[in-house]
């Protein structure tokens, strides 16, 4: 062992040596980043397509029908999960571990490139997005007042609150739920187009023909030459109540004609409410690599000078963050790592009785495991639960090195009557060979663990378009014995929200298959949930 060798030869080498991989382990725990869970993005990939003003059972039979039929062929694919909700579809796809997510979501847009000529003329491109660990907020403010209401709210928040949290070091962005933008609302009334005869659709585009702002050119002459520029836009009620739908026998049939209108939300069917009074919820969502202690402390700091700019009586408060749980299980895996390399100190002292003896895996632990940082840091490691449980761990490995080493070299010496430094090298070149074996052992029993396959079907997921802000949710789905399927769904909700109950015609559906790694079978069954204040059936399939 010539490593040992060296350090007993020269001990203020080793002891040099030592003091280095500590500080730099010391550097790189004060650049590490502190998450829960380690940053693994998930092979899944999402495509999202809206249609406005399809009921479900339209947006299932002419958009997601379509898609699922060519995304169910992409290579590598591992599950489908699709769900169709009023005006609304979304198609999520999982892959197998071993699959690129950048190579498979360019699979899934050249797939829906192939049949988007098959969707109806009116929807929206097609999003096609990858699966996010850190774009979910994990900071939520709610913002409200008594004497504004939620247009006003709305317009405060972005403009006052929002603006300040995105300049926050650490911030990737600020995102507004439940908010009311502003919007020109016509009723009209079913009398007074049928006496005219027109339809809904007249009225549509007619709105849309004349509130519309062209180039106008400009105006050249000799000497001067002018821009000019058409004022078509239409701004005010007054305006809109103003605009000529149709001319019928030389009379002109106006806007105000035809009904009323009057400024208002553009969308008033869901609403958010925090300690039971109408707000606003804020959520900030954080860069990639940030560390969620050190912007959530940033966002705490910031939060008195945001306050002072808002207008008497709003109110802006911290409903929920993510960082007080991620300080809460780190402090604790800390303080379980330091009690084990304490009891594991004092064990040693008190079998040995030897303080000289003791000082020796009193000095390997902190030294190995400090050191652990700075090589965690180059790998691009984070400190969370799994990293610190497996440091925790390996305060075991070391401690069982350093009693094997010490317990031959001090048998060397006591009972074969050697100096110290003989019977230091002689014990390490005896033993060396073992603990390597020893080390290696352990490795091959979690390596396997490592690269098992994960053969459950099951999804943890968070409905971008539920007015629920920031319900998770997850469904699983498993076969039992005689053939039938057993659903689970699990519901933990912190943010409440409200909607009008809807009809059962404006009724989500969702859909599921999955693919089971060891059989060539699929199937569907029916299982039931309830979303946004309505009841609607929800069919799940699974494999093994």
């Not at 993510?322 to 390399?341: D, G, H, M």
């Not at 802000?469 to 699990?490: D, E, I, L, N, Q």
């Not at 979303?531 to 929800?538: C, H």
């Amino acid at each position: 062992m010539k490593l040992s060798d060296l350090s007993i030869r020269r001990p203020v080498f080793a002891s040099m040596v030592s003091a280095a991989l500590v500080l730099f382990g010391v550097i790189g725990y004060s650049r590490l980043a502190v998450r829960e869970y380690p940053d693994v993005d998930p092979p899944i990939v999402s495509v999202s397509t809206e249609l406005t003003g399809a009921n479900p059972q339209v947006v299932e039979s002419a958009i997601t029908d379509i898609l699922e039929e060519e995304l169910s062929t992409v290579q590598g694919l591992r599950t489908l999960t699709s769900s169709s909700q009023e005006g609304f579809s979304n198609i999520t796809l999982e892959f197998n571990l071993d699959r690129d997510v950048e190579a498979a979501a360019q699979d899934v847009r050249d797939k829906v490139a192939r049949v988007r000529g098959r969707l109806p003329e009116d929807v929206r491109e097609p999003v096609v997005a990858k699966e996010d660990a850190d774009a979910n907020p994990f900071f939520w403010l709610a913002l409200s007042g008594e004497n504004y209401d939620l247009l006003q709210l709305s317009d405060i928040g972005d403009r006052l609150v929002k603006q300040r949290l995105q300049t926050l070091p650490g911030v990737g962005s600020a995102r507004i739920f439940g908010e009311r933008r502003f919007s020109m609302r016509v009723w009209l009334s079913a009398s007074e187009l049928t006496a005219r005869g027109l339809t809904v659709q007249d009225v549509q585009q007619a709105i849309r023909d004349r509130n519309v702002e062209v180039p106008a050119g400009r105006i050249e002459s000799e000497r001067r030459e002018f821009t000019v520029r058409s004022l078509g836009e239409l701004k005010s009620p007054a305006e809109f109540a103003n605009l000529v739908v149709s001319s019928q026998a030389g009379q002109l049939v106006k806007l105000q004609d035809l009904g009323r209108v009057e400024l208002g939300a553009e969308d008033e069917r869901s609403t958010l409410r925090f300690n039971r009074t109408p707000a606003v919820a804020i959520g900030v969502i954080r860069q990639s690599k940030a560390n969620i202690i050190d912007v959530a402390d940033a966002i705490r700091a910031e939060l008195p000078k945001v306050q002072q700019s808002l207008p008497p009586g709003v109110q802006l408060n911290v409903a929920f963050d993510q960082s007080t749980f991620v300080k809460r299980s780190i402090l604790e895996a800390e303080e379980t790592l330091v009690l084990a390399a304490g009891l594991v100190v004092v064990i040693i002292f008190l079998f040995l009785r030897n303080f000289r003896a003791t000082i020796i895996p009193g000095l390997a632990i902190p030294a190995s495991i400090v050191s652990t940082f700075a090589i965690m840091y180059f790998l691009g490691f984070s400190i969370n639960n799994f990293t610190l449980l497996a440091l925790t761990l390996a305060i075991g490995i070391v401690v069982d090195d350093a009693i094997i080493v010490l317990e031959n070299a001090f048998r060397h010496q006591e009972e074969l009557k050697e100096d110290p430094v003989t019977a230091a090298q002689r014990g390490t070149q005896e033993i060396g060979f073992a603990v390597i074996a020893t080390t290696i052992s352990l490795v091959a029993v979690f390596t396997p663990l490592s690269r098992s396959p994960d053969r459950w079907c099951s999804r943890a997921w968070s409905p971008s378009r539920s007015p629920r802000c920031s319900a998770p949710r997850s469904f699983g789905c498993r076969r039992v014995m005689g053939g039938s399927t057993s659903c689970s769904k699990a519901d933990s909700t912190g943010w409440r929200g409200s909607t009008a109950a809807a009809s059962p015609e404006s009724s989500s559906t969702a859909r599921s298959w999955c693919w089971g790694r060891s059989e060539s079978w699929w199937r569907r069954s029916d299982c039931f949930g309830r979303s946004s204040g309505s009841s609607f059936p929800r069919r799940t399939a699974g494999g093994s």
